[in-house]
Each structure stands twice: as structure tokens, then as C-alpha cells.
């Protein structure tokens, strides 16, 4: 049944983005090679999750590699990793400058002197821009010479209002160019996965109604739209069916939402994780923010700053890992759809 499992990987970059050739033709204008000696811009990409923003970065920094020797890109995500020398030491790696960097202890002023000794273009990705301990540090790259930044998040004026006291960041991020994505049609979603399945899966054994389904209740989301088509494969690969239908999908939907939050939750970085889990042994009546940060400064090495925190708790949510309710004063958080959370919703 699985041909390829590469193309249902969720971080499998396709060799043909479809249905983005406005998107790529805007970043490739951008990012214009020919400009670089004189100056080079920045880019905000912003759209819902499973838009293709993450992909759409990607794709094109590897396709320019192909053409262009004097560049080179890196890639942090901040949900992973977002504390300001954390995230230089990412992008640089992929740079491969400053791979001798020792990471603990290294202040980001030598991680700045590296990329200033660099004679060339350095693309830096800082995905999920909005969780970043330290958002001056979206600052401090625009503003070097030899340097595009590209930014991603979901909501511009979520990210906006987030930065509301840090002027200069958000004076940078008006000036870079903006890339907005909007959800994928019907439409689109089912020829997304229609590539997989035609370069994946023996697609003999896939019903086209699976497909439409799965391209109806993924509503708009490539993400969760590639999560159910793997769930569904591999039960047939397992031999629990004969062929992908649509039963097969109702079958494995929960499984394949469940299996989303996982690898959500597998990716967050070390006090992303530790606040969630806190939040996670609150149980169904959740945790109060006062308990939650007592606790927190508790079960971590070198825990961040309250305003830090809030960040961090706020991402969480965005993502739907958590959500809070209850009065400001007496905010309470509790996770949403972790088993825990669906226990209680069925008692
Ligand atoms: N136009 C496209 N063609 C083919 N595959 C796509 C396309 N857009 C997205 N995908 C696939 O959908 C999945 C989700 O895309 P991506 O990770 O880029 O979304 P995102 O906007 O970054 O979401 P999030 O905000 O949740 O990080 C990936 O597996 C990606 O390969
Ligand atoms: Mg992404």
C-alpha cells in the first residue's frame, strides 16, 4: 500500500508546491539575488496553521540553492527552541558557521560576530516568531547588512499586539514585505492529497470519495489533511482493510487528530513542555496560573521571567495544546484533548 513514505512525512517538503505559485513568485521577487549587494529585505509570512507557511520557506531557500552559491539559509522554529543564543546557534548551524560554538554559555554578541565575518547572503527562517524569549532579536537580524529575515506566524495582528512594547521589533516587522497565506479551498486541499497518494501510496487502492472526504473535514488545513491520509494508509497497510475508504478515515480520524497533538507536544521546547505537563497533572479541574507558576519555578532549571512565561502559555493555547478560563485575576488552564481532557469529557 505505502510506495513512498517519504510524501506523507508531515515535514516532506514536495518537490512541486501547488496551488502557491503567487506565494513563491512573491518570496523568489524578494529574496532577488541580484539585489543582494545593494541591500536585501525582509519577509512576515503570516496564515492559519497547515497553510504551507513553514513549507513555502523552504521550498523556495532550496530551490534558490540549486542556483546560487554565495548564499546560505537556516531554520529555527521557536516552538522548540526560543531563547535568544538558542535560536542563533540553530540558524548558524544550518549556515554551517560557528559549527565550534560551544551552545552553553557562548553570549549571542559572538554568534553577531560570526555572521558579520561572513562575505555573502544569510537567509535566516525564525518560524513560530511569536513565541521568541527575546522578540529584539527579530531587531537585531533585520537590521544587519547581509541578512534577510523571514518571520512566520499565524495572526499579524495577534503578533502586533504582542509587541506592544517593543516598538523597534514591531517597526521592522512593518517594514518587511508581507507573505499572507489564506486556507486551503476544498479544492486545493484535494489535489494536495492527490500528489501524495499518486507519489506515496498505491493509489489503485484508494477510493477517490476517501480523498474528497478527507479534503472536506481537514477544512483547509494541509496539515491535518496529509495526518489523516497517512492514519488511514497505514491501516490498510496493516491489512485492517482492503482498500482506503471512507470508513477507514472515520475509523482512524480521532487516532489521527490524537497523533497531531503528539507530535505537537514531542517538539516543544524544554519549558514549553514543563508548563504543559504542569498544566496536563491539573487533571480535568486544570491548574490555577498562580499554583502553575509556583510550581513551574519548582521543576525547572533556571526558569524564565513571568512576562516570559505568559508567552509561552499563550503559544500553547494558539495551538490548541491548552486553554485558559476564568476571571483575569483567577485564571485557571487546562489542557485541551489530551486523554485526560477527553475522560472527562465523556464522565
Ligand atoms: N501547497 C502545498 N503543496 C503540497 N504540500 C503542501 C502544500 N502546503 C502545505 N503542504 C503540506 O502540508 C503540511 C503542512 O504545511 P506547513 O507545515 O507548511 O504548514 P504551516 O502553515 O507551517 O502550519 P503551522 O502553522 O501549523 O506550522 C506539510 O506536510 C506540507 O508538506
Ligand atoms: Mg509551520
Known amino acids: 500500500m505505502i510506495t513512498d513514505a517519504r510524501a506523507l512525512r508531515p515535514q516532506f517538503i514536495p518537490r512541486d508546491m501547488v496551488h502557491r505559485q503567487g506565494a513563491i513568485d512573491q518570496m523568489v521577487s524578494i529574496i532577488d539575488p541580484l539585489k543582494w549587494s545593494v541591500s536585501s529585505d525582509n519577509i512576515s509570512i503570516f496564515g492559519p496553521s497547515g497553510s504551507g507557511k513553514t513549507t513555502l520557506a523552504k521550498y523556495v531557500l532550496r530551490k534558490m540553492e540549486r542556483s546560487h552559491l554565495d548564499y546560505r539559509w ?5 516552538m522548540s527552541e526560543s531563547s535568544k543564543t538558542g535560536a542563533l546557534h540553530r540558524v548558524l548551524r544550518d549556515c554551517r558557521l560557528g559549527q565550534d560554538i560551544r551552545r552553553a554559555g557562548t553570549p549571542a554578541s559572538e554568534y553577531f560576530e560570526r555572521i558579520r565575518e561572513f562575505d555573502g547572503v544569510l537567509v535566516f527562517v525564525v518560524d513560530e516568531a511569536d513565541v521568541l524569549d527575546e522578540p529584539e532579536l527579530i531587531a537585531a537580524l533585520a537590521d544587519m547588512e547581509g541578512v534577510c529575515l523571514i518571520t512566520i506566524c499565524i495572526d ?6 504582542s509587541l ?3 516598538e523597534r521589533v ?34 489503485g ?12 473535514i481537514a477544512a483547509g488545513d494541509a496539515r491535518r489533511g ?3 491520509l497517512r492514519r488511514a494508509a497505514r491501516h490498510v497497510q496493516d491489512g485492517s482493510a482492503e482498500t482506503l475508504t471512507v470508513d477507514v478515515v472515520r475509523d482512524v480520524a480521532d487516532d489521527a487528530q490524537a497523533n497531531l497533538r503528539e507530535r505537537r507536544i514531542r517538539y516543544l521546547g524544554t519549558h514549553k513542555r514543563a508548563l504543559y505537563d504542569l498544566v496536563e497533572a491539573g487533571g480535568p479541574d486544570g491548574v490555577s496560573a498562580g499554583e502553575l507558576h509556583q510550581e513551574y519555578q519548582k521543576s525547572v532549571q533556571n526558569p524564565k521571567v513571568r512576562r516570559t512565561v505568559r508567552r509561552y502559555l499563550d503559544s500553547l493555547e494558539r495551538y490548541e495544546l491548552i ?22 469529557r465523556q464522565t
Open 226 to 228: 496529509i495526518a489523516y
Open 205 to 216: 487502492r484508494v477510493d477517490d470519495e476517501a480523498v474528497e472526504y478527507i479534503a472536506d
Open 156 to 161: 499579524q495582528d495577534e503578533f502586533h499586539a
Open 323 to 344: 486553554e485558559s478560563y476564568g476571571s483575569t485575576s483567577a485564571t485557571r488552564y487546562k489542557t485541551i484533548g489530551s486523554k485526560a481532557a477527553e475522560a472527562a
Open 74 to 78: 537556516g531554520y529555527v522554529n521557536c
Open 170 to 203: 514591531r517597526s521592522r516587522l512593518r517594514a518587511a514585505e508581507t507573505i499572507t497565506l489564506d486556507k486551503y479551498s476544498y479544492s486545493q486541499l484535494s489535489d494536495i492529497i492527490r500528489y501524495r497518494v499518486d507519489h506515496g501510496l498505491d493509489a
Open 164 to 166: 506592544r512594547d517593543q
